[in-house]
């Protein structure tokens, strides 16, 4: 089945460490987004990009780091300088060019630092 | 910078009423898109409206869009506790196909 994969599903963390979410796709869409996701809160965009080895900061980028080296792969570093990482992280992908824009989403990782 | 407004953002209903949610958005745009969460899980796709006077349905629910007005409605009919969920609408902006996402509507549907 296509669709994107987010891993890991739930991640713990200590103050002062960076961790890496994965987000892998097989729907060969080009372009692929990190959002954010606090309680009671919307979707607030981190990083996208729209071709491998090219992405753009979203709004709230500080503290985040991405890279694009394979089409399928997008993964998300949250540093030690992001002040406040406990979040819902959800992991989209869309047709570029002459598609819809549409949005599909992984199922996203809930980060929480003790 | 694009705002996305929605009203209400809670919304408790009874069954088999009807009610609309609102979305609007400040600047031009022709590309809107509503997504429902269940609480703890990701976002899934509703409907995508792609044109001023754009009108979808499925099921119970309503979608369109009126760009002149910079608006969009999603309206339920009948509502069932099932429809009880966050609705988000997201509204793109420019040639990159980044969204912008409204806050969301808690709806909750009582028996």
């Known amino acids: 089945d296509g669709g994107i994969t987010q891993s890991p599903k739930y991640l713990f963390r200590k103050e002062g460490q960076n961790v890496t979410l994965s987000c892998e796709q097989n729907l060969n869409h080009d372009a692929m987004y990190w959002y954010r996701q606090d309680p009671g809160q919307g979707l607030r965009l981190i990083y996208y990009?729209?071709?491998?080895?090219?992405?753009q900061k979203g709004d709230i980028a500080e503290g985040y780091s991405v890279s694009r080296e394979k089409k399928e792969s997008f993964p998300l570093t949250v540093t030690s300088a992001q002040k406040n990482p406990t979040a819902f992280y959800l992991c989209a992908s869309s047709i570029s060019g002459t598609g819809s824009g549409e949005l599909f989403f992984g199922e996203g990782s809930r980060l929480t630092v003790l | 910078e694009l705002k996305v407004e929605q009203n209400p953002l809670f919304l408790s209903m009874q069954e088999g009423k009807n009610y609309t949610i609102y979305c609007n958005y400040s600047t031009t745009s022709d590309r809107l898109y509503w997504y429902r969460q269940d609480p703890g899980k990701s976002l899934e796709s509703l409907f995508v409206l792609l044109s001023n006077g754009a009108v979808k349905q499925e099921g119970r629910l309503m979608a369109s869009l009126d760009t002149k007005a910079r608006l969009s409605t999603l309206h339920i009919t009948a509502a069932v506790h099932d429809l009880s969920a966050t609705y988000f609408c997201a509204v793109g902006g420019g040639s990159n196909y980044k969204l912008t996402f409204g806050k969301g509507t808690l709806l909750t549907v009582n028996p």
């Open positions: 990009s729209q071709i491998v080895n090219d992405f």
